[in-house]
């Protein structure tokens, strides 16, 4: 394939390892050349890189497939899951999962990407319902302000909730940016 069959989300074997295309532009800069902007992710190492690709060159685009698993308990650097149609336990490297580790809970489904055999990417769902299990107590009628307090998640996360959530109350949190999204009843 070339440069114009890429897109975000995409795999590509570039200098020998597997990446994921984070961000990918196509610009041209005034008489110059068109070329391609790309950021993309080590599978492996998980460092980000940014490349220039020249419009139309060849690009190695990999195949992977996606599949639906659930989280079932940490082991050592893994975690394990299972397919919920075979039910095989698979083991799942915890570095693929980057900064959103600490707000997956145990029995929820998570988006795994293999390479054959081997997972090369892993995606937990967007926002995660947590309970609060400390925090300051909170001040009544202190509503009109954004200020924030840290609090500790169920998962032992830490994060920064408004004045008036309490411990025991359930929340919503973006997984992906670990932040505070809204009070859930439960």
Do not use: W
């Amino acid at each position: 394939m070339n440069t114009g069959d890429v897109s975000i989300g995409s795999f590509i074997r570039h200098n020998g390892e597997l990446c994921l295309i984070l961000e990918y532009d196509h610009r041209t800069p005034g008489n110059l050349r068109a070329f391609y902007q790309a950021k993309m992710r080590n599978v492996k190492s998980g460092k980000l890189a940014e490349y220039r690709f020249r419009a139309g060159e060849h690009i190695d685009v990999i195949r992977v497939e996606q599949k639906e698993l659930q989280y079932l308990y940490p082991e050592g650097d893994s975690l394990v899951c299972m397919d919920n149609q075979t039910y095989e336990q698979i083991y799942v490297n915890k570095i693929l999962f980057a900064d959103s580790l600490p707000f997956i809970k145990e029995n929820v489904i998570v988006q795994v990407a293999f390479d054959g055999d081997e997972p090369v990417f892993a995606q937990p769902p967007a926002t995660a319902i947590l309970q609060i299990t400390y925090t300051e107590p909170g001040v009544r009628g202190d509503t009109a302000t954004k200020t924030m307090k840290p609090a500790t998640l169920e998962t032992g996360a830490k994060i920064s909730v408004p004045l008036f959530c309490n411990e025991g109350d359930f929340i919503k949190v973006d997984a992906r940016a670990g932040t505070y999204m809204e009070r859930v009843k439960q």
